[in-house]
Nanobody, 129 residues
Framework: QVQVVESGGGSVQSGGSLRLSCVAS????????MGWFRQAAGKEREGVAV?????????ADSVEGRFTASRDNGNGKNTLFLQMNSLKPEDTGMYYC?????????????????????WGQGTQVTVSS
């Protein structure tokens, strides 16, 4: 049974930092593609960062230069991190991790969310001004 579990959310002031973690487990194969998405209250879900099965990373324009996504596939763990610096109130939202064995190009997955089968329950990030 596949599980995707996020952690690391919390409340910070504008300009602060947070590091999100995501662990995907329960599949025979390594999750080649993993990504972060977020949804603010009253808004549609949007892609934040995706690392595709070729190792390419795409970021939303709104987080480019402030957020860094990274992977750790050691010890059979499919782990995805999101280092978030210089946080802004508009970064507030529920952050979801998603994973799949393969996916399309990172920028396509980032833009559409299509191609990722397994999703976590989310972790809340709140940035106050």
């Amino acid at each position: 049974q596949v599980q995707v579990v996020e952690s690391g959310g919390g409340s910070v002031q504008s300009g602060g930092s947070l590091r999100l973690s995501c662990v995907a487990s329960g599949h025979t194969y390594t999750f080649g593609c993993m990504g972060w998405f977020r949804q603010a209250a009253g808004k549609e879900r949007e892609g934040v960062a995706v690392i595709d099965d070729e190792g390419s990373t795409s970021y939303a324009d709104s987080v480019e230069g402030r957020f860094t996504a990274s992977r750790d596939n050691g010890n059979g763990k499919n782990t995805l991190f999101l280092q978030m610096n210089s946080l802004k109130p508009e970064d507030t939202g529920m952050y979801y991790c998603a994973a799949d064995i393969f996916c399309g190009s990172a920028w396509v997955v980032l833009d559409t969310g299509v191609g990722l089968t397994y999703w976590g329950q989310g972790t809340q990030v709140t940035v106050s001004s």
